[in-house]
T-cell receptor
Framework: NAGVTQTPKFQVLKTGQSMTLQCAQD?????MSWYRQDPGMGLRLIHY???????DQGEVPNGYNVSRSTTEDFPLRLLSAAPSQTSVYFC????????????FGEGSRLTVL | LAKTTQPISMDSYEGQEVNITCSHN???????ITWYQQFPSQGPRFIIQ???TKVTNEVASLFIPADRKSSTLSLPRVSLSDTAVYYC????????????FGTGTRLQVTL
């Protein structure tokens, strides 16, 4: 099992560009989420999904879109990148209804110039 | 969502036992307490979870007093490789979807 796979690992964008961070899990988890982590800070929840076709906003959703067309994939779209979106992004998954272990990807480091 | 408070940082020498306490005064009856560990440039990793009293696994113990308003993560005989940030989270099946991580406790282990 690969677990949670994120691509790309590194990306540099110019202000105003758009891009998609990919996240895939092979554990048949219903719950998936995206976090961002700024230097020296904790993780802040951007968007989450409790199953295919269902998404909801987290703590810091502005500037990001998500969709969940399959159980396996949960892409995060930056519509018009801004320097304030420079961060490390983590995708995570877990069985829904389970307060237990969140499985995280290795992270995607995004720099917006 | 229950608010949690942890020390910002802790220092320890290798071989010592480290106890990190988390305060969660407004914990709900059905909330669980979960701890994660994060190394630099990696995503957090689940360490342990508990509801009350004591839970132990191969890497840590979790102590929860009867009033559940705090919890203590105990790491026995730490090594340099335990240097990381440790996060305490509180939630239940209804709030687990929106769990966020605070700034955590940065543990520095030295020789």
């Amino acid at each position: 099992n690969a677990g949670v796979t994120q691509t790309p690992k590194f990306q540099v964008l110019k202000t105003g560009q758009s891009m998609t961070l990919q996240c895939a899990q092979d554990m048949n988890h219903e719950y998936m989420s995206w976090y961002r982590q700024d230097p020296g800070m904790g993780l802040r929840l951007i968007h989450y999904s409790v199953g295919a076709g269902i998404t909801d906003q987290g703590e810091v959703p502005n500037g990001y879109n998500v969709s969940r067309s399959t159980t396996e994939d949960f892409p995060l779209r930056l519509l018009s990148a801004a320097p304030s979106q420079t961060s490390v992004y983590f995708c995570a998954s877990r069985r829904e209804g389970n307060t237990g272990e969140l499985f995280f990807g290795e992270g995607s480091r995004l720099t917006v110039l | 969502l229950a608010k949690t408070t942890q020390p910002i940082s802790m220092d320890s020498y290798e071989g010592q036992e480290v106890n990190i306490t988390c305060s969660h005064n407004n914990i709900a009856t059905n909330d669980y307490i979960t701890w994660y560990q994060q190394f630099p440039s990696q995503g957090p990793r689940f360490i342990i979870q508990g509801y009350k009293t004591k839970v132990t696994n191969e890497v840590a113990s979790l102590f929860i007093p009867a009033d559940r308003k705090s919890s203590t993560l105990s790491l026995p005989r730490v090594s340099l490789s335990d240097t990381a940030v440790y996060y305490c989270l509180v939630g239940n099946t209804g709030t687990a979807s929106k769990l966020t991580f605070g700034t955590g406790t940065r543990l520095q282990v030295t020789l």
